[in-house]
């Protein structure tokens, strides 16, 4: 498949970003150190798919990216405590209203026993008074009683007369004396219905005061984590609006890296048509030197072919860096610019300033700095098995070999993270006739 039909199909597969499953915590939790290895195990694959998936892509755009997809996580639990200081504020503002009604109504039961206690006491003062009286009018008329006021009579009308009077100040007294008691009952039970009243108006304005403290404390709480939410929504605004502006340049970039790609394959795909010439040229030569020596009667010996011996791809080049394979061949959804991309090579996974060497003899026809691959060596193989192979370094902290031919094994330069990478590796791609294609095949 040509550069340009990767490019279209490149840009066929625009999807949606998707969110990064439980944002690769790149550590364990607390409870985590009690268990085995497994979750240690589990978090370090996770942070590989993540470097796998954002190969090609800046260091700044996946920084930005997973802040934003970080603001992203906090903000529901944000919103969840918003939600419950606002409930816990207005429980307590209801609390603060309901003790306050139920002061107000305590306070209006003790006004009415007091006002009820002094009308009680006012009563119970006259009905005094008119006992002190009598007993005193009694007193200074001798006190009589009802036999002696009746046999005072002079006649038997005035006795009944006499006799009626008598029964009506008993009565009067009578009355007068349970009228004072049942004041002084009264009296006594409203006393205590308002040491009641008044021992709840105290209580009730101790929970008042209480009740205030906690409304207003639930308030700021309440202000605090709403204040929370609104720092995180803005902080998600900026950052959204950040991740988007890096995206389009991120995605300028990336078209830039393709015309360089282009530009590449147009040099390998003439590398190649003048390998093929050369090796054509050289065939005919030797065939003309063989027919020269039968014609002479001569046997005619041809010299040693290069690395290009016979046979499958497979072994051909040797492993460009002593390392294990981390990351393969393949077509993957990054999921900050939600582009699919093809990762047109490998990675082995080693640290920066680990030496790099030539995986076959052969020419370097371009070296340096070169967009998304950072510091990058091309080496031109010439015709192999039928095709014009070519090889590149790329991320490489510093260029050893920058130009002219190099024999396997020799040392071109070491590895890095140049340009768009997200740690320390070699990136290795193998190009045939200016296509990219799959190095496992070659190695």
Same mark, same amino acid.
């Given at each position: ?157 005035? $006795? ?7 029964? *009506? #100040? ?183 300033? !680990? ?35 070519? !090889? ?13 031919? #190099? ?9 890095? !993270? *140049? ?8 990136? $290795?791609?193998? #190009? ?12």
């Amino acid at each position: 498949m040509s550069t340009r039909a990767q490019s279209a199909r490149w840009r066929r597969y625009a999807a949606t970003p998707v969110a990064l499953a439980c944002l690769l915590s790149f550590g364990l939790a607390p409870h985590a150190a009690a268990d085995t290895g497994d979750d240690k195990d589990r978090a370090d694959k996770q942070v590989q798919l993540l470097q796998d998936q954002v190969e090609g892509t800046s260091a700044e755009l996946v920084t930005a990216y997973l802040a934003l997809k970080d603001a992203q996580a906090k903000l529901p639990a944000a919103q969840a405590t918003l939600a419950q200081a606002q409930a816990a504020a207005q429980a307590a503002a209801k609390r603060n209203a309901e003790i306050g009604v139920a002061l107000q109504v305590a306070k209006a039961n003790e006004a009415r026993a007091t006002e009820r206690l002094a009308v009680n006491a006012a009563s119970l003062d006259e009905t005094q008074r008119d006992l002190d009286a009598f007993a005193a009018d009694m007193f200074q008329g001798g006190g009589d009683s009802q036999l002696s006021i009746a046999l005072g009579a002079t006649s038997p009308d005035d $006795f009944a007369t006499r006799l009626v009077l008598a029964d *009506t #100040v008993t009565a009067m007294t009578n009355e007068a004396i349970g009228r004072l008691a049942s004041s002084r009952a009264d009296g006594e039970a409203t006393k205590a219905y308002l040491n009641a009243v008044k021992a709840e108006v105290e209580d009730l304005k101790r929970q008042a005061e209480s009740a205030l403290v906690a409304a207003n404390a639930a308030k700021a709480t309440a202000q605090q984590a709403k204040d929370a939410v609104d720092a995180l929504v803005a902080t998600h605004a900026q950052l959204a609006a950040d991740v988007e502006a890096r995206k389009a340049n991120e995605l300028k970039l990336l078209a830039q890296a393709e015309a360089e790609q282009e530009r590449l394959r147009l040099v390998l795909v003439e590398e190649a048509r003048k390998a093929r010439e050369a090796e054509a040229a050289r065939v005919a030569a030797e065939a003309k030197k063989a027919a020269e020596a039968a014609a002479a009667n001569k046997t005619y010996t041809p010299p040693p072919k290069s690395d290009a011996a016979p046979g499958a791809k497979g072994g051909f080049l040797n492993y460009p860096a002593n390392a294990p394979i981390t990351s393969g061949y393949a077509w993957r959804l990054n999921p900050v610019t939600g582009v699919y991309q093809l990762h047109a090579g490998i990675d082995f996974g080693i640290s920066c300033g !680990t030496p790099v060497y030539a995986t076959a003899t052969g020419t370097v026809i371009q070296s340096g700095m070169f967009y998304s691959y950072g510091n990058r060596i091309v080496i031109s193989h010439g015709i192999v098995r039928g095709v014009g192979l070519a !090889t590149t370094y790329n991320h490489l902290s510093r260029i050893v070999v920058a130009s002219g031919p #190099v024999v396997r094994g020799q040392l071109i330069g070491y590895s890095g !993270t *140049t340009g768009h990478s997200t740690g320390c590796h070699l990136h $290795f791609e193998t #190009v045939e006739d200016g296509v990219r294609t799959n190095p496992i095949a070659w190695i």
